[in-house]
């Protein structure tokens, strides 16, 4: 016995705003992924649909995200704050808490959300202040980002509003905390998903192989070029996608790489870590 999905407007209307399509392809797409968001998206691609660049923040929430190093430079905590509206976001009580937990973090050094949870806080935990605050202003409030970087430079860009962090890691710590401002700017506005080609996960390899390949056989292009045609999208998406491999923001003519070795040569990122809200 088949049944038919229903796809709820709201539905429709979400996937509309993660990708920016038409209603009624959205309404197709959803359809034909049995409801599936990720499987929607990956349809309307194949079908040559320009989809907006956001899937990974589609359950984006409201928050404060904040970062910070030692004092040597060669460590970094991020974290991310979130509730469910933007006027407890930009609330003072809301904001002294973030930074008195990022403060926390630092000096303990916590491994995890949950350690840091377990930090004392005025008497208490930091958990049990989390509970505080959620009975004082009324909303869903948890700790939802925690990331740390270790690496001879470690260097935060806090985009303002504080609902964009990145913090990069570099192979070098001569002179380079100008070079790590410019480059965590450029994780932060590019959101790329790997450092290097290498890094790229085989799922999300094999993903875009596919989209490609349907890509091309959508602009009627023969069989026997399909393969060729989708490692030809694979590169571009190895330029937009990848750190090292994009144009660098700052100076579009040069790769994040080339710019990096214009500082000092070999120098090169080793990690990185981006939170967004909103």
Same mark, same amino acid.
């Given at each position: ?160 509003? /504080? $609902? ?5 890691? &570099? ?6 905390? %100008?070079?790590? +401002?410019? @480059? ?50 694979? /590169? $571009? ?5 990848? &750190? ?6 700052? %100076?579009?003519? +040069?790769? @994040? ?22």
């Amino acid at each position: 016995m088949s049944t038919t999905i229903s796809i709820s407007a709201a539905d429709v209307n979400k996937l509309r705003q993660i990708t920016g399509a038409g209603m009624m392809d959205c309404k197709k797409a959803l359809l034909e992924a049995n409801g599936d968001f990720e499987k929607a998206i990956d349809e309307l691609r194949k079908k040559g649909q320009k989809v907006a660049a956001n899937r990974a923040d589609r359950e984006a929430k409201e928050g404060y995200v904040i970062a910070r190093t030692n004092a040597e430079g060669t460590k970094g905590w991020l974290i991310a704050l979130s509730c469910e509206t933007d006027f407890v976001a930009k609330s003072a009580d809301f904001i002294r808490f973030a930074e008195e937990v990022l403060n926390i973090t630092v000096q303990n050094n916590p491994a995890s959300a949950d350690a840091l949870k377990a930090l004392p806080m005025e008497g208490v935990t930091v958990g049990d202040k989390l509970i505080d605050l959620v009975g004082k202003i009324g909303e869903k409030i948890d700790i939802t980002g925690f990331e740390i970087l270790e690496a001879p430079r470690v260097v935060v860009y806090i985009h303002p509003g /504080n $609902k964009v962090v990145s913090m990069v890691g &570099l192979s070098s710590a001569n002179n380079t905390e %100008e070079a790590g +401002k410019n @480059v965590a700017m450029q994780i932060a506005a590019m959101s790329p998903v790997a450092i290097d080609k290498d890094d790229v996960d085989q799922k999300t390899l094999e993903r875009e192989i596919e989209i490609g390949k349907e890509q091309a056989r959508a602009e009627g292009k023969p069989e026997n070029m399909i393969e060729k045609i989708a490692m030809g999208k694979l /590169n $571009k998406f190895y330029q937009e996608s990848t &750190l090292l491999n994009q144009a660098y923001i700052k %100076e579009d003519k +040069k790769t @994040v790489r080339q710019y990096l070795d214009s500082i000092e040569k070999g120098l090169t990122v080793t990690a990185f870590k981006r939170i967004q809200l909103g």
